[in-house]
């Protein structure tokens, strides 16, 4: 664990290191000025909390906290709607200015487009859909982030929360319909985590059990490293991962106080987004927060649906004992549920409809990470029935098994997603050889846990092997336009989190 005078010097760093990207967003919002002043007028309530200490290195901030273990950021956040956005912003300040601009780097990298028309389809197609409740959370942490003079204002926030489904989604959509040239990088989402719930006869106690690792950019995913416990004023109480700055957990692994047990993983190959639809961020986030079994979860996940960031939502409903599969499409969505079974997800679809109408994804060829994934998890669960637990799935979420090359060795088709060891692209996907790329972290939860609103987490790769980026980036110069952000990533121990907890543990 760091000290607090190691952690002053990383964010002084870090401070130094961002003015410059800070600077041209502070151009980006002058130049959207008359937007962002909408914006600030249609927020409620922009009472604010005490303010304990006027430094960076506040820990506290009125009911909100921080601290560290594990190397993840513990972060309590409680009251009304401005009032959680307001300490988010707060005590995440360095962190949110760090992640915000390494991902506006990619999304501007990837599109080609610049970071003002990500501002101006935050503010004039996505605001107006979003809940009063998150409009009010999403000002709050633009204010905690001023109070902390940190210069990011709400249309930077809102842009920056849809950084799954703009990219990805939207702007593949609008070169679409624009006929614009196709941009140097595909920009279909196609690998984005492996995960599993099980329940009944297949789990050691008959309970649920559920596994996610997050596959994303490594730069993405080395600051990935939040868990949020967060008490609202109105629904559940939500135990959640999450990446600074942004109100879903994004890789959607959480529980909450209702019972329900809550992952996904992408669809592949997606296409289709509804301009008048609700961000998927929104809709993510108040599922987390309102469900209460698994029929109101994909109410309210379905509902405005906008294509965006298009998941088989995996859920679990710890009171019943009962999981689900949500595949959620923008024509079709299909709900599979048992009692008694698994889900697996690598983002292979499964409904016919789903493949034939909205993907082009091919569910028959084994050369492909998603299908050789598919068949990963039905060898680990089927050979486990009556035996998973979290500790397998602990093992599940570190696997290196090829069933393409039928060998052992971390790649883009293993559970464990190794991109920067993947000398190929893929079937179906665009990614580039040695992509740095893969599974960033893993969390594990049962019902057990789920009832008493804790669960198990691990930075880095879920395997335990570290990732290196200063020799990655001299072996692999295509990648030099990551270097101003990427960054080793260290696997940490596997750690339990739960609910209220206010000290650090000593370092494992
Ligand atoms: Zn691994």
């Not at 009010?136 to 109070?147: V, Y």
């Not at 995913?221 to 416990?229: N, P």
């Not at 598919?374 to 570190?398: C, M, P, T, V, Y």
Request: proline share 5%; charged share 25%.
């Amino acid at each position: 664990m760091s000290s607090p005078v190691e952690n002053a010097g990383w964010r002084q760093g870090i401070a130094k290191f961002f003015r410059f990207f800070l600077g041209l967003s502070l151009v980006a919002s002058q130049l959207g000025a008359s937007g962002s002043a909408r914006l600030a007028s249609a927020a409620s309530n922009p009472a604010r909390p005490r303010l304990l200490q006027d430094s960076y290195m506040e820990t506290t901030q009125d009911k909100g906290y921080r601290f560290n273990r594990g190397g993840w950021i513990y972060v309590h956040l409680e009251g009304s709607p401005h009032e959680i956005g307001y300490q988010h912003g707060y005590l995440l300040a360095p962190e949110i200015a760090d992640t915000f601009a390494a991902v506006r780097l990619e999304m501007t990298h990837d599109t080609g487009h610049d970071w003002d028309s990500f501002r101006r389809a935050a503010r004039m197609m996505l605001w107006p859909k979003i809940d009063p409740e998150y409009q009010a959370e999403l000002q709050g942490i633009a204010d905690g982030l001023e109070a902390a003079k940190t210069k990011l204002d709400i249309e930077d926030i809102v842009a920056f929360n849809a950084f799954s489904e703009l990219p990805d989604y939207y702007v593949p959509w609008l070169n679409a319909v624009t006929h614009a040239s196709i941009p140097a990088r595909n920009l279909e989402a196609f690998e984005h985590c492996s995960a599993f719930v099980a329940t009944g006869s297949w789990t050691k106690d008959h309970g649920i059990v559920m596994g996610h690792n997050n596959w994303t950019s490594y730069i993405e995913g080395t600051r990935w490293r939040i868990m949020f416990d967060i008490v609202p004023q109105t629904g559940y109480r939500i135990l959640m991962d999450g990446i600074p700055g942004v109100i879903a957990s994004d890789d959607d692994f959480g529980v909450n106080s209702a019972g329900m047990m809550v992952t996904e993983t992408t669809i592949a190959n997606f296409r289709g987004w509804n301009t008048n639809g609700k961000a998927e961020f929104v809709r993510a986030r108040k599922a987390m927060q309102y469900a209460d079994s698994i029929d109101s979860y994909a109410k309210i996940i379905e509902d405005g649906n906008n294509g965006g960031y298009a998941n088989d939502w995996l859920l679990g409903d710890r009171k019943t004992g009962e999981i689900a599969r949500l595949e959620l499409g923008l024509k079709h969505t299909k709900l599979w549920r048992t009692s008694d079974g698994y889900f697996s997800g690598a983002n292979f679809p499964s409904d016919p409809d789903v493949i034939k109408d909205e993907t082009t994804f091919d569910p028959n060829n084994p050369a492909s990470g998603p299908n050789a994934r598919r068949i990963r998890w039905d060898q680990l669960l089927n050979g486990n029935k009556g035996k998973i637990d979290a500790s397998l799935a602990e093992i599940f979420l570190g696997d290196h098994f090829d069933t393409f090359a039928k060998k052992e060795g971390a790649n883009r088709r293993t559970l464990c997603g190794h991109g920067d060891a993947e000398p190929e692209t893929l079937p179906g996907s665009t990614a580039p050889p040695f992509d740095p790329w893969g599974a960033v972290q893993g969390k594990v939860v049962d019902s057990k846990m789920a009832a008493s609103m804790e669960f198990i987490a691990r930075l880095g790769h879920p395997c335990g092997i570290n990732f290196d980026a200063e020799k990655f980036l001299a072996d692999h110069p295509e990648f030099s336009w990551q270097s101003p952000v990427l960054r080793d990533m260290d696997a940490g121990p596997w750690t339990e989190f739960h609910i209220g907890e206010h000290v650090a543990q000593p370092a494992q």
